[in-house]
């Protein structure tokens, strides 16, 4: 069984750092894309970053202007995601998900909400 848990969102002031993590199991995950997704209330998902297997590729949302970073542990099979210099409108419910390699299925984790608020 596939499992994807995220962790570490919260409640935030603007200007401040969250660092988002993502737990897989049931993958292996050295064969698996791995994503960080958001979402509003009423707005589809929006990418916000992106890392390949091996992390030789590396994409961001344009909304992520340097402030974001991902990275993964291919021993550890985490996902993590640091956000800096957040701001108001980084409010959202942000999902992690895995893709095989060529592959057209996502998995998603139940996803975390991060507020950035003062």
């Known amino acids: 069984q596939v499992q994807l848990v995220e962790s570490g969102g919260g409640l935030v002031q603007p200007g401040g750092s969250l660092s988002l993590s993502c737990e897989t199991s049931?993958?292996?995950?050295?064969?698996?894309?791995m994503y960080w997704y958001r979402q509003t209330p009423g707005q589809e998902r929006a990418l916000v970053a992106s890392?390949?297997?091996?992390?030789?590729?590396?994409e961001y949302g344009e909304f992520v202007e340097g402030r974001f970073t991902i990275s993964r542990d291919n021993d550890q099979k985490t996902v993590q995601l640091q956000m800096d210099s957040l701001r108001p409108d980084d409010t959202a419910v942000y999902f992690c998900?895995?893709?095989?390699?060529?592959?057209?299925?996502?998995?998603w984790g139940r996803g975390t909400q991060v507020t950035v608020s003062s």
């Open positions: 998900g895995a893709r095989y390699i060529g592959g057209t299925e996502t998995y």
């Open positions: 049931g993958i292996t995950f050295n064969w698996y894309t």
């Open positions: 890392i390949t297997p091996a992390g030789t590729n590396i």
